[in-house]
Nanobody, 116 residues
């Protein structure tokens, strides 16, 4: 059974920081590209950041310079370090595992709230 379990969400004041974690099990983690997505109320799910199996990263323009995605293959975990948080970062954040020849997987999501 494949599980992606996010943690680290919560309530943080504007300008604050949070680190999200996504622990994977049931997959060969190092083979997968990992990503963080978010969905705000009434909006579509959007990509926030991705990291390839080789460690290449990509970010949405809205988070460049503020968020940092990383992975630790020894722990089968990917992280999203979020800094300088803004109210518009408020959303449910989802972890995603992708590999071309395999099904994609999603976590259950973790809520991040930045009050205005």
């Amino acid at each position: 059974q494949v599980l992606l379990v996010e943690s680290g969400g919560g309530l943080v004041q504007p300008g604050g920081s949070l680190r999200l974690s996504c622990a994977a099990s049931g997959i060969t983690f190092s083979y997968y590209s990992m990503g963080w997505y978010r969905q705000a109320p009434g909006k579509q799910r959007e990509v926030v950041a991705t990291i390839s199996s080789g460690g290449s990263t990509d970010y949405a323009d809205s988070v460049k310079g503020r968020f940092l995605i990383s992975r630790d293959n020894t722990k089968s975990t990917t992280y999203l370090q979020m800094s300088s948080l803004k109210p518009e970062d408020t959303a449910v954040y989802y972890c995603h595992a992708r590999r071309t020849i395999s099904p994609n997987y999603w976590g259950q999501g973790t809520q991040v709230t930045v009050p205005s």
